[in-house]
């Protein structure tokens, strides 16, 4: 329907004496509902949505009005749980429109998704309107949507994957899409760091968006805004978690990942899959997660528990910070410059922290700011303690674990990440640049998500015949196929810890299930198998562990490309033609139908 010339030429009295009032206190208040702007022109409605969602972008990201696109995703302007939270709570209070806050920190969502999704709501408003009106006439009443239609309609704007959601509402913790292409095949469930936000691992939601088989939930509270509750142990979380997660997928195999804390939770969570369920965990992914403690080492726990309050306390004091600089810039606009000043002046995060309130509370504003501080502070103490009380129990998940380390990991752990290495038969390490913190920023954290999404993609074709996430290849992703028929002269690291390279030829069999290396060594031919169903991820070499230890100061790690074996072998190749690189990285991307980390 023409919604523009059906408000212009409606002839309705009870709808034009709403319009009139409506245009009064407009005029009077400057500002209008979803309800009012329902009742006005089509062009109206979009100017005034479009500019409240240009100012709204403006004053928390900082950039001015003409700088801004609304084509591009928030995640470009630095969204995080606090910024959603704002921005949710600023668009019902001023216009009406409802969203779920996990809406706004997803890789689709742009401004100009925004306004087109409270344009639709405002549809919905009239439709209903409308219907209310002509409800005697059963001819007129069948061009509008009935009342259960709107309904439906505005929880298809809030997204598609709210109905296998509605189950698992009920606890503060929720399962939150963080990117759910419709025709993903695989669901990866990240848990929450030591802070309870599943809004913070939007980041990692990044690395998945080229491509649209895997799709990223995130486990945690999605609003920033929660109150303190009983945290939980790692066991009763990992209960509860498995719960939600076999509500939105009944079935194994089962994708799991987190994030610190979380890695020790969906560790857990797999054991209790395999333990109560007899469910096959396909994937358990680490994103930086601290070691366990084996309590067996009694002569040690006074050291570690005196370490881990060190840490701890530092640890408390970088992210109090954090949350500081976040809502004093989102809430009140104040720049992390202004809150530099501040400490320097003030010296003392309480005092900071009453600045700011004092400020907020000047202009009649709502800044829960200590409230929040303490929620995070006793957030990171309770995981702490989670985190060093557990131990694996009797039944637990022994298969594979992949984990990456950040520059942090191995300098300021209390105890070695090859621990995990005890209860499991392999893990893969990998590594992106970085302190643990700043995982979860834009560059680091989309990193992060590509290695995750290739990881659960590999996995998942291991067990089919064939690479069925691409079953039908363009013309030019058949050539690039048909350039590893033909061979690639290239160059392949005799081991990850030399610098040996032997020059050979690479090429795939004309079936696509093994690739040859094929060179001459004192005067015989060599040829060594590599099998692609044994192949568990492709990665430049700068990201496995195990080679950048030795080659990290070498200017060639860059143009290492590395074959993780899920049978613990790596195979390390290496293009001195960057040109042929690219060709080659490509080719290995058209064959699996896989988009890798380059």
């Not at 209008?32 to 928390?60: G, K």
């Not at 303490?374 to 060093?388: G, W």
């Amino acid at each position: 329907m023409n919604w523009h010339v059906y408000l212009q030429n409606h002839a309705s009295p009870r709808l034009q004496i709403i319009r009139e009032e409506t245009l009064v206190v407009t005029e009077e208040n400057k500002v209008m509902t979803l309800e009012d702007l329902a009742l006005q022109p089509l062009e109206l409605r979009v100017n005034y949505v479009q500019e409240f969602i240009i100012r709204l972008l403006s004053s928390w990201s900082g950039a001015d009005v003409a700088e801004l696109d609304l084509n591009v995703g928030l995640h470009k302007y630095g969204i995080d749980s606090i910024a959603a939270t704002n921005m949710k709570l600023q668009i019902k209070n001023n216009i009406g429109a409802t969203f779920e806050t996990y809406y706004f920190i997803q890789p689709k969502t742009s401004g100009l998704t925004i306004v087109n999704d409270i344009l639709e709501q405002m549809n919905n408003k009239s439709t209903t309107c409308d219907e209310e009106d002509s409800s005697g006439n059963d001819n007129q009443t069948k061009i509008f949507m009935s009342k259960n239609d709107t309904e439906d309609a505005e929880e298809a704007a809030i997204g598609s994957n709210e109905q296998e959601l509605q189950s698992v509402r009920t606890n503060k913790e929720k399962v939150v899409p963080l990117y759910t292409p419709d025709d993903a095949v695989v669901k990866v469930f990240m848990i929450h760091g030591s802070q309870k936000s599943a809004l913070a691992l939007a980041t990692f939601a990044l690395g998945f968006q080229q491509q649209t088989n895997i799709a990223l939930y995130g486990i945690g509270v999605d609003d920033a805004s929660f109150e303190k509750s009983d945290y939980g142990t790692v066991f009763t979380l990992a209960q509860r978690y498995v719960d939600f997660i076999r509500k939105v997928q009944p079935r194994g195999p089962y994708y799991l990942a987190g994030y610190s804390f979380g890695g020790t939770v969906a560790y857990e969570m797999a054991s209790e899959l395999k333990r109560e369920y007899n469910e096959t965990v396909a994937m358990v992914f680490m994103v930086d997660t601290f070691p366990w403690f084996p309590k067996a080492l009694t002569n040690c726990t006074e050291y570690i528990t005196k370490c881990g309050e060190e840490n701890l306390k530092s640890t408390k004091k970088l992210v109090t910070r954090q949350v500081i600089e976040k809502m004093a810039f989102v809430g009140l606009g104040i720049t992390r410059k202004e809150v530099d000043n501040l400490y320097e002046n003030l010296g003392d995060n309480d005092e900071v922290i009453t600045a700011l309130e004092n400020q907020a509370a000047e202009k009649n504003l709502n800044f829960p700011l200590k409230d929040q501080v303490d929620t995070v502070l006793y957030e990171i103490n309770s995981a702490a303690k989670a985190h060093i009380d557990w131990q694996p129990s009797k039944i637990y998940y022994e298969e594979t674990i992949t984990f990456i380390c950040s520059d942090e990991t191995y300098l300021f752990s209390l105890w070695k990440p090859d621990i995990w290495k005890s209860l499991v038969e392999r893990m893969d390490f990998l590594y992106v640049s970085g302190s643990h913190v700043e995982l979860l920023d834009e560059t680091r954290g989309k990193i992060c998500g590509s290695i995750m999404m290739t990881t659960a993609a590999m996995k998942y074709q291991s067990a089919f015949s064939t690479f069925i996430l691409q079953p039908v290849r363009s013309r030019p992703q058949e050539r690039l196929a048909e350039s590893l028929k033909q061979g690639f002269v290239i160059w392949m690291l005799s081991s990850p810890s030399s610098s040996t390279m032997v020059k050979g030829t690479l090429w795939l069999d004309s079936e696509e299930t093994v690739f040859c290396f094929e060179n001459k060594a004192l005067g015989r031919r060599k040829r060594q198998k590599i099998f692609l169903k044994e192949l568990s991820n492709i990665l430049p070499g700068r990201n496995v562990d195990a080679v950048r230890k030795h080659h990290v100061n070498k200017s060639h790690i860059d143009s290492l490309t590395c074959m993780l074996n899920t049978k613990g072998k790596l195979y390390t190749f290496r293009s001195e033609d960057w040109g042929q690189l690219k060709q080659f990285n490509d080719a290995l991307e058209a064959l699996f139908g896989i988009p890798f980390t380059q």
